[in-house]
C-alpha cells in the first residue's frame, strides 16, 4: 500500500541518485504534513501519524536508497485527543552505506495545504522536492537540482500529471505491469516472482522499521495477529 513509491517523481528522484547528480549520497530529509493522506484526519487521528503517514516516508527512503536504514533515535507527541498514538513523530535513520537521514510526520490540520517536501544532500550537489502525492487539482511536482561542481548549476524540473491521476493511479499501472510480467513467466505470486521491490516480502521490512521507530519513541508497536 506504499503508493508514493510509485509515483514518477519519486522514480525520477531515485534515477538522479544513481546517475550521480548529488555525488555521494548524505543525507535525506522527508517531511510528510497531514495532506499527504489521503483519507486525511478522518483516519489519521485514529492510526497517528507514523502508521498513517511516516510509513510512506520510510517506504520512500528504502525506495530512493534501495538499502534498509536503521533508527537511531525518535521523538514522539502523543495526541491529546487519543494518547494511544502519536501526533508528531520524528525519526533519524543511517543506511548501511553511511547515508543519514531525517523523516517528520504530523497530523496536524495546520500542515494540510503544504506538499510532501524532501531533501536530498550529496558532496556535489542537492535536490529539492515539492510532490503532490494525492491530485485533487494539484499535480505540479517540483524537483530542483542544484550542484556544487565547476560553476554551481541549478535547474528546476517539472513533473506534471493530469489532475485525475493521483498515486493511486500509478501503483495500479505498476500492479498491471507485474501481473502482466508474471503470466509472461508463468510462475504467478511466487516470492521470487516479483519484478521490482513490491511483493510481501518488501512489506514485511518496511513494518521492521515501523517496529523500531515506535520503541526507539517509548511506544508500543501495533500488534501482530498473524
Given amino acids: 500500500g506504499t503508493h508514493p513509491t510509485c509515483h514518477p517523481v519519486t522514480k525520477r ?16 530529509d522527508l517531511n510528510l504534513p497531514i495532506s499527504h493522506g489521503l483519507a486525511g484526519r478522518t483516519v489519521c487521528s485514529k ?12 517506504a520512500i527512503l528504502r525506495a530512493l536508497t ?19 498514538v502519536d501526533a508528531t513523530m520524528s525519526c533519524n535513520l543511517r543506511t548501511p552505506s553511511g547515508a543519514a537521514a531525517h523523516i517528520g510526520c504530523s497530523i496536524s490540520e495546520t500542515s494540510s495545504g503544504e506538499p510532501t517536501m524532501f531533501t536530498i544532500s550529496g558532496s556535489e550537489g542537492m535536490i529539492r522536492v515539492k510532490e503532490w502525492f494525492t491530485g485533487q487539482g494539484k499535480s505540479s511536482n517540483e524537483i530542483a537540482l542544484e550542484q556544487f561542481a565547476e560553476c554551481g548549476e541549478r535547474s528546476v524540473e517539472r513533473v506534471d500529471n493530469p489532475v485525475n491521476r493521483d498515486t493511486f493511479y500509478f501503483q495500479w499501472v505498476g500492479f498491471v505491469d507485474e501481473v502482466r510480467e508474471q503470466e509472461r513467466r508463468q510462475d504467478m505470486g511466487l516470492p521470487w516472482s516479483y519484478m521490482r521491490r513490491t511483493g510481501p516480502g518488501d512489506a514485511v521490512l518496511n513494518m521492521s522499521v515501523i517496529d523500531a521507530i515506535y520503541r526507539s519513541a517509548n511506544m508500543r508497536p501495533w500488534p501482530t495477529t498473524s
Wanted: glycine share 12%.
Fill in 47 to 58: 492510526t497517528g501519524a507514523l502508521m498513517s503517514l511516516g510509513v510512506h516516508g520510510i
Fill in 66 to 84: 534501495g538499502e534498509q536504514p536503521r533508527v537511531i533515535s525518535a521523538t514522539a507527541h502523543r495526541s491529546k485527543e487519543n494518547p494511544a
Fill in 13 to 28: 528522484v531515485r534515477a538522479m541518485i544513481l546517475e550521480g547528480k548529488v555525488g555521494n549520497l548524505e543525507h535525506i
